[in-house]
């Protein structure tokens, strides 16, 4: 049975075949209508979610399948006490397929181990989150049309953001990619990244506190959002949340086609000025996100 839990399980080819899939559910949506018929999504989000929980829920009704499932762990079994592995065997019985987004690193491996279907990691932790690296990729194919030779600043909370870090796995697996890593001191990329993908795959890349310096050089610049619920005082997250604040005179010196990337939900880091600027691509962004994720639902069930 395929799971996906980390970003490194999808081979290059796998991911290109889920963007031709999502590119041609974008041009010809009708033909998908009816692909999940009598299938079921079950959603099971232990930590709070905005797009990634709707973006999977209208990928499979829009699939022609149903969802069910719960949006906070205190309305679930947990509250009495229940472990994941005894939540997912249960769900297994009454859905196809299962998302699930956990506080805890390693929660969706654990159970992958146990499930009886197929399980997509929406987030474990400060860990990975996979299917917003699949978001990103569409959006870097759609809006740059290539995978290779760019420039990728990433900015923020390099840490504790998942997103981040599967990004980094992902693209570190094209040629000619650089990276340029944008963070207060404190909010560093983790040393196992940097050890396990970029110094093993000796990828270029500069650590820096200075956004614009390196701003002339991007062709993507991804911003992230300083991650408050994975801080363990509250003192340092209200010094480091405003530290980098993106707006229109920052980017005077960025490229014409630059793509500017956000997971999303933004908090402060990028001005609202900056929305109606052309290179703004974070709300395009996740509408990319449910057509990647019913791409992703149709091949982890099978269905061609
Ligand atoms: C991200 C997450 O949950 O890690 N959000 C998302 O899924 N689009 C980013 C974040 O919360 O900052």
Redesign the pocket.
């Known amino acids: 049975m395929k799971h996906l839990i980390d970003i490194k399980e999808l081979s290059k080819d796998e991911i290109k075949e889920l963007i031709e899939v999502a590119k041609d559910i974008m041009q010809s949506p009708e033909k998908y209508s009816e692909k999940c018929k009598h299938k079921k999504l079950a959603t099971l989000f232990f930590?709070p979610?905005?797009?990634?929980r709707l973006s999977f829920e209208a990928a499979m009704l829009e699939l022609g399948g149903s969802v069910l499932g719960f949006s906070e762990a205190g309305s679930s079994s947990t509250a009495k006490g229940e472990s994941v592995s005894d939540t997912i065997q249960v769900v297994g019985c009454y859905s196809d397929i299962i998302v699930m987004?956990h506080p805890k690193e390693g929660a969706p491996f654990v159970a992958s181990l146990k499930s009886s279907v197929p399980i997509i990691n929406?987030?474990d932790g400060g860990h990975n989150?996979p299917t917003?690296t699949l978001?990103d990729l569409l959006t870097i194919a759609c809006e740059k049309k290539r995978f290779d030779h760019l420039t990728i600043g990433i900015c923020g909370?390099l840490k504790f953001?998942?997103?981040v870090h599967s990004l980094v796995t992902a693209m570190a697996r094209y040629a000619g990619i650089k990276f340029v890593f944008i963070s207060p001191e404190e909010l560093k990329m983790p040393e196992y990244i940097k050890e396990e993908i970029l110094q093993k795959n000796k990828i270029e890349y500069v650590e820096t506190n200075d956004l614009e310096k390196y701003m002339g050089d991007l062709d993507i610049l991804y911003m992230?959002?300083v991650?408050k619920e994975r801080f363990f005082n509250e003192e340092d997250y209200i010094r480091l949340k405003d530290y980098f604040i993106l707006n229109r005179s920052k980017l005077e010196k960025a490229k014409k086609d630059l793509c500017i990337m956000h997971?999303?939900?933004r908090v402060n880091e990028i001005a609202t000025e900056v929305d109606d600027d052309p290179r703004a691509c974070y709300f395009k962004q996740?509408r990319y996100?449910k057509y990647i994720r019913m791409a992703l639902i149709l091949k982890l069930l099978e269905i061609k």
Not at 49 to 52: I, N
């Open positions: 930590e979610s905005t797009r990634t987004r929406a987030g989150h917003q978001t909370d953001g998942r997103t992230t959002r991650q997971p999303l939900p996740a996100g």
